[in-house]
């Protein structure tokens, strides 16, 4: 069914969404640049780290299209594909952090920080709001707010692995 005020407000939210990870990007950065400068080691492991992504989203996909062939999935189909877009992110981000190619030489850790656990909780509560609504699973799928709800779990994954390469780290050195 094609709903144009949905596609509407889907394709604004992106482009909102892209202007305000502009803004970050320019704020967690020191000299105020959009781009974070890495050192060679951190491009190379970014590398090994985008083609472990690369794959974990083909074979999800691929796995996707063969379970869509024989029954229906309990979300709706662009919420399952976010799925695999947030899991790809989480493989490529967890990588680079246990790797300690995450953070750039030009970021601001404690900015960063602040930025990735206020996304965190603000797309937590847009979830617990549509649950709470009863807008977040109708009919039996998961519907357009169990994005946010992806999203802040993401954020909070990618924080749990940065505390425990802290902690791995601090282990290390004593």
């Known amino acids: 069914m094609f709903n144009s005020a949905r596609i509407i407000g889907v394709v604004t939210g992106i482009i909102v969404g892209l202007i305000v990870a502009l803004l970050v990007f320019r704020y967690v950065h020191r000299n105020k640049t959009l ?3 890495y ?3 951190q491009r190379q492991i970014r590398g090994e780290g985008y083609k472990y992504a690369f794959y974990t989203v083909l074979i999800l ?3 996707l299209c063969v379970l869509t062939m024989g ?3 309990p979300a709706e189909q662009h ?9 790809g992110v989480t493989v490529q981000a967890s990588y ?3 790797k300690g190619a995450y953070i750039g030489q030009n ?7 602040i930025i990735m656990a206020v996304a965190s909780v603000i797309n937590l509560a847009g979830a617990f709001m549509a649950w709470r609504s009863g807008e977040l699973f109708v009919d039996g799928k998961f519907q357009s707010p169990a994005i946010n709800l992806l999203c802040g779990l993401m954020f909070a994954v990618l924080g749990i692995v940065g505390l425990a390469k802290k ?6 050195e004593a």
């Open 35 to 37: 781009y974070t400068e």
């Open 39 to 41: 050192d060679e080691m």
């Open 61 to 63: 996909e691929a796995v």
């Open 71 to 73: 029954m229906e999935l």
């Open 79 to 87: 919420v399952i594909h976010f799925f695999v877009i947030f899991v």
């Open 96 to 98: 680079c952090i246990w």
């Open 107 to 113: 970021t601001n850790l404690p900015r960063y920080i």
């Open 167 to 172: 902690a791995s780290d601090r282990e290390e």
